[in-house]
T-cell receptor, first 116, second 115 residues
Framework: DADVTQTPRNRITKTGKRIMLECSQTKGHDRMYWYRQDPGLGLRLIYYSFDVKDINKGEISDGYSVSRQAQAKFSLSLESAIPNQTALYFC???????????????FGPGTRLTVT | AQSVAQPEDQVNVAEGNPLTVKCTYS??????LFWYVQYPNRGLQFLLK??????LVKGSYGFEAEFNKSQTSFHLKKPSALVSDSALYFC?????????????FGSGTKLNVKP
């Protein structure tokens, strides 16, 4: 089974609709992240969380909100979707980066979101 | 400011030839550096990392990368390219002095390996 899963994998929605993207992980990591990928722009950080009580904005958080329901679950919401939020969205996890840890991030398969 | 630059949007190479995908970085402290690969309709897969020690690190699928502190670079290399290496490659850095829990990504380089 995949360590980081995302649902749905594809979603088409209309402008103004509320939509939630979900991420679950079995790696036991405290750190979880949401990114969006647009062609030519690489990955841009939306939100990240160190644990269920610690949520931080990334570089492009406007128009998005998140919820860390448990250590293993981190959801991204678009309260009122707009067409320029059409993108590929990735969830990722990492460990604290202390001695003995793996240091890198682990990514989910992505959710392709289209807002019409 | 922390940043990663991948100066080439696309790299074209013939199968069997060596390949290089370039990456330079800017961080406050000693960087933790990573390369990821993304195949179409897939998530990012970890290839290799530099944390400390030997400047030449080896990773998955025959890839390697060389950390050069004076040039602030971490170029990805492979001695003999395969058609199956065609994908999008991302360089990333983690800055232990600024915000260790944030990863900074380059814009990606598309590698095309032609038969």
């Amino acid at each position: 089974d995949a360590d980081v899963t995302q649902t749905p994998r594809n979603r088409i929605t209309k402008t103004g609709k509320r939509i939630m993207l979900e991420c679950s992980q079995t790696k036991g990591h405290d750190r979880m992240y949401w990114y969006r990928q647009d062609p030519g722009l690489g990955l841009r950080l939306i939100y990240y969380s160190f644990d269920v009580k610690d949520i931080n904005k990334g570089e492009i958080s406007d128009g998005y909100s998140v919820s860390r329901q448990a250590q293993a679950k981190f959801s991204l919401s678009l309260e009122s979707a707009i067409p320029n939020q059409t993108a590929l969205y990735f969830c990722a996890t990492s460990d604290p980066g202390t001695s003995g840890s793996s240091y890198e991030q682990y990514f989910g398969p992505g959710t392709r979101l289209t807002v019409t | 400011a922390q940043s990663v630059a991948q100066p080439e949007d696309q790299v074209n190479v013939a199968e069997g030839n060596p390949l290089t995908v370039k990456c330079t970085y800017s961080v406050s402290g000693n960087p933790y550096l990573f390369w990821y690969v993304q195949y179409p309709n897939r998530g990012l897969q970890f290839l290799l990392k530099y944390i400390t020690g030997d400047n030449l690190v080896k990773g998955s699928y025959g890839f390697e990368a060389e950390f050069n502190k004076s040039q602030t670079s971490f170029h990805l290399k492979k001695p003999s390219a395969l058609v199956s290496d065609s994908a999008l490659y991302f360089c990333a850095v983690r800055d232990p002095l600024y915000n260790f829990n944030k990863f900074y990504f380059g814009s990606g380089t598309k590698l095309n390996v032609k038969p």
